[in-house]
């Protein structure tokens, strides 16, 4: 069973920036993911990345947060900037069951990372 383990969540202030990495246990070519949920709301697709370099954006990240990966270490990054108190969310890491973009379904999840922006 493959393991991912997303670190670099924290507390930031308004207009910050945070890295979020995620750490797969084995090697895949699958697409990788990140997802959020913030309280009371469903769980959303921000961004994800093919093996060979495509990315997908949800419109309310797009232009700010960039998804990035490198399968020699079997990491996952999300570069987030100018951060909005309305990103605070528990994020999550996940891995799809292709390579290929679309159709697109998580098959495995981390179990997530906080992040909370302040105003």
């Known amino acids: 069973q493959v393991q991912l383990v997303e670190s670099g969540g924290g507390l930031v202030q308004a207009g910050g920036s945070l890295r979020l990495s995620c750490v797969r246990s084995?090697?895949?070519?699958?697409?990788m993911a990140w997802h959020r949920q913030a309280p009371g709301k469903q769980r959303e697709l921000i961004a994800r990345i093919s093996t060979s370099g495509e990315t997908t954006y949800a419109d309310s990240v797009k232009g700010r947060f960039t998804i990035s990966r490198d399968d020699a270490k079997n990491t996952v990054w999300l570069e987030m900037n100018s951060l909005k108190p309305e990103d605070s969310a528990i994020y999550y890491c996940a891995m799809g069951w292709y390579s290929r973009m679309d159709p697109y379904s998580p098959r495995e999840w981390g179990h997530g990372t906080q992040v909370t922006v302040s105003s």
């Open positions: 084995v090697w895949s070519s699958a697409v």
